[in-house]
């Protein structure tokens, strides 16, 4: 679903913020793309969903060619940013029917994909409030809804739970294991909680400064790394910080 | 007597003295006159030509000779910008032969409706004497339908209609 | 699609509190103005070519200004509220981003064109000036506000800030407007006349004389409206092609 090949960004002023990344995500999965702050997570997804132009490498999301097709991938990807905002004067139904119109849905699908993806999100008691009056957790379950108006194969959360208490973390947790399960869409999810991605992702990749450390299941790293760090009980957590625990020793 | 010849001549010296002071301050190179027309009421944008004849009135050639229009506005106790009024450029006469009459048309557009007068100028550059012509009376007329009641209504209405719908606006918003 | 986001936009700018609050001060602004014309006694005195020209020209004067303030906001808006990413992930190109913005500026124009028409059409009232009048404000006016909301959504697209892309827009149409504020003398010479030369607005005024007070012909007025057309025709050019750089805020 999405294969990177050497994937390479340096931005204008020099600094090298993806190193000759190679990623493969398999139809199907939770992907979580972990890494401290400025591993190279945001400028990756913003890659992989054509807002930026790599440096140099191949990247193919749903078989297409990303640098060849950005008009046509946004019709396979959903996208929820890490930081974005909303129209605040709308309620959550206008902001998905407007979202809905943009993606070309005719009027009448519209009026059944808004119903169902609110439903799925757990906002149909809230459709008609303010986006305005919406809480936190309520904002990303809506922003979650948009990525789904279009029926995507794929969807890219960049740190969907931040700043959200922990039964916000476990709604999104929920909801996220219930479109995989049930819709069968494709998940690319970066977050710092690693506690929670070791319990929906089935795949992971750890990047650090802008290289990938490693790829594979999370069950398969906990094995591969259970002799090394000589810990019982070994979680993903502790895999992460054996992999980039040389920055803390050069901060 | 010798006294009173002296005091006599000396007088008489100044007097002389005097009047020719006198003479150079009174005394134009020019007379101009309006020719036509003698007086204007019409409606704005009429375009009119001033025919004004300019006469050197000395024995001498007088170069670098130009006439142009100026007018007051009398509605207002105003100058007039005669850029407006189409009426900015002055007309080159160049040189006048000694006692030479020459007839020159001035364009204007009749513009603002008000009151004025308008009046006529000839300068050489050799000679400060500015002389002038006497002014004509121009009236261009206003021609206003304006119906004041309606202007009224409208003026009123319409901010109360928006003032309205703004906060019907602000309490659908709330 | 295209639709969807004009609907949006003039939701949000025109049919909101500050758009009707805008369309309320034109309103009150014109009503002032008309309220002078028979109540001042100089200004009684004028005709009713000169009313509606100075009507004309206060009309155009604010809404430019006003089209150039909704315009700054629009993309330099998106982008510090967070919501451009959002929109640039859908099958919207950037040109047409760009385009939406311009529509819904253009249907705000053309709200404030129907509050003014009760005013026009009292002040021109049995002088056989309204037609003249619907001509102007439909055409060299409609050519002026996109021309100049073309310029703010260029300033918007470029700059981060919605306060500075609003204060360079209202400087674009301070120095277009400048030889309106020059004396006859000053625009003779120098730099002042090659702005006043070359000025759209001065030769829009220059054309609003022509047409309704020398009741200049047709070909006449057109060839005097040149600045007019090529000032629109370059703010959106450089509008479309400046699409390209509509981005969202970078960083990681």
């Known amino acids: 679903m999405i294969n990177t090949q050497q994937l390479k960004k340096v931005y204008d002023n020099g600094f090298e913020a993806v190193k000759n990344l190679s990623l493969h995500v398999h139809k199907g999965d939770i992907y979580g793309f972990l890494g401290p702050n400025g591993a190279g997570k945001t400028t990756t997804i913003r ?10 490498g191949e990247l193919e999301v749903s078989n297409l060619n990303v640098k060849k097709n950005k008009e046509e991938i946004k019709k396979h990807i959903g996208v929820l940013p890490e930081s974005h905002g909303y129209y605040e004067w709308m309620t959550g139904e206008e902001y998905l029917q407007f979202f809905s119109a943009l993606h070309k849905l005719d009027k009448k699908q519209r009026k059944a994909k808004v119903a169902e993806v609110l439903d799925l999100v757990s906002l149909t008691s809230k459709a008609n409030v303010k986006i305005s009056q919406y809480s936190r957790g309520m904002r990303q379950r809506l922003g979650i809804a948009r990525t789904l108006i279009h029926d995507p194969e794929i969807i890219f959360l960049d740190e969907p739970t931040l700043g959200l208490d922990p039964q916000g973390q476990k709604d999104i947790e929920n909801i996220l294991l219930n479109l995989n399960k049930v819709n069968g869409v494709t998940i690319f999810i970066t977050s710092h909680l690693l506690k929670d991605i070791e319990k929906i992702c089935n795949r992971v990749a750890i990047v650090k400064t802008g290289t990938l450390m490693e790829e594979d299941s999370v069950q398969s790293l906990l094995d591969k790394y259970k002799k090394e760090i000589h810990k019982e ?12 625990s040389d920055r803390k020793e050069e901060q | 007597m010798k006294k009173y010849l002296t005091i006599l001549i000396l007088f008489a010296g100044l007097l002389g003295f005097n009047t020719g002071i006198a003479k150079a301050q009174d005394t134009s190179n020019f007379t101009i006159e309006i020719l036509s027309p003698a007086k204007v009421a019409e409606y704005p944008g009429k375009e009119l030509k001033i025919k004004v004849k300019i006469t050197n009135t000395t024995d001498q050639e007088i170069k670098n000779v130009f006439t142009y229009i100026t007018m007051a506005n009398l509605s207002k106790n105003w100058t007039v910008n005669l850029e407006d009024y189409s009426a900015d450029q002055p007309v080159t006469i160049g ?8 007839i020159v048309n001035l364009p204007i557009q009749l513009v603002y409706t008000a009151d004025y007068y308008l009046y006529t100028t000839v300068v050489s550059k050799e000679n400060p004497v ?3 012509s006497v002014a004509i009376p121009v009236k261009i007329i206003g021609n206003t339908k304006i119906v004041p009641l309606q202007v009224q209504i409208v003026s009123t209405v319409m901010p109360l209609l928006l003032l309205v719908l703004l906060f019907i606006t602000m309490k659908i918003k709330r | 699609m295209f639709l969807a986001l004009v609907k949006k936009e003039t939701k949000e700018h025109i049919f909101s509190r500050k758009g009707i609050g805008f369309l309320f001060v034109v309103s009150l602004l014109l009503s002032i103005l008309s309220f002078s014309f028979i109540s001042v006694k100089e200004l009684s005195l004028l005709d009713q070519p000169t009313v509606v020209m100075t009507t004309l ?11 150039m303030v909704i315009g700054a906001t629009m993309i330099a808006g998106e982008k510090e509220k967070g919501t451009l990413e959002s929109l640039l992930l859908t099958p919207l190109t950037k040109r047409n981003i760009i385009l939406a913005k311009l529509a819904a500026i253009l249907i705000f124009w053309l709200i404030v064109t129907l509050v003014s028409l009760p005013y026009l059409f009292v002040l021109a009232y049995q002088a056989n000036l309204f037609p003249t009048v619907l001509l102007y404000l439909y055409g060299i006016g409609t050519i002026l506000i996109i021309s100049f909301s073309s ?4 300033f918007s697209t470029v700059l981060v800030s919605t306060k500075n892309a609003m204060i360079l827009a209202i400087m674009a149409f301070l120095i277009t407007a400048i030889p309106m504020f020059l004396s006859t003398t000053m625009k003779k010479s120098g730099l002042a006349k090659v702005i006043s030369e070359n000025s759209p607005v001065s030769a829009s005024m220059t054309a609003m004389k022509d047409i309704f007070i020398n009741k200049m012909a047709a070909p006449q007025v057109l060839i005097e409206l040149i600045p007019v057309f090529i000032f629109f025709l370059l703010a959106l050019f450089f509008a479309l092609l400046i699409a390209k750089k509509v981005d969202f805020l970078r960083g990681e």
């Not at chain 1, 009980?233 to 980039?244: A, C």
């Not at chain 2, 040189?95 to 020459?102: A, G, N």
Request: glycine residues 4%; proline residues 4%; hydrophobic residues 50%.
């Open chain 1, 47 to 56: 890659m992989l969903i054509g807002l930026i132009e790599p440096t140099s």
């Open chain 1, 233 to 244: 009980d070994l979680s993903l957590e502790d895999v992460f910080f054996h992999l980039t």
């Open chain 2, 95 to 102: 040189t006048m032969k000694p006692h030479e009459e020459k």
């Open chain 2, 130 to 132: 500015i002389t002038s």
């Open chain 3, 57 to 67: 020209k206060l009309l155009l004067g604010i809404n430019i200004l006003i089209a």
């Open chain 3, 151 to 154: 310029i703010a959504l260029i």
